[in-house]
């Protein structure tokens, strides 16, 4: 498997410490890869991030006030 530049999570407590918001992607390029996004999920909960620091857990009135 290709390494990506997703972050990992030993640096997802820095990244929230400045300020960095976070999302979680699948970068899916086909309906079966859509299954992937537990690996961001896992990576996320590794590194100790709450649902509510992730961008794309808000609901869309709140993602689009940012």
């Known amino acids: 498997m290709a ?3 997703d ?3 030993a640096h997802c407590p820095l990244a ?3 300020g960095v918001k976070l999302a ?3 970068d899916a ?3 079966a ?3 992937l996004l537990r690996y961001g999920v896992d990576q996320a909960r590794r590194g ?3 649902a509510a620091e992730v961008v794309d857990t808000r609901p869309w009135p709140a993602l689009r006030r940012g």
Do not use: A, M, V
Request: charged content about 25%; overall charge negative.
């Open 7 to 9: 972050l990992n999570d």
């Open 29 to 31: 390029h086909s309906p």
């Open 3 to 5: 390494h990506g530049l």
């Open 48 to 50: 100790w991030t709450r």
């Open 16 to 18: 929230k410490e400045i």
């Open 33 to 35: 890869e859509l299954g």
């Open 24 to 26: 979680i992607s699948t």
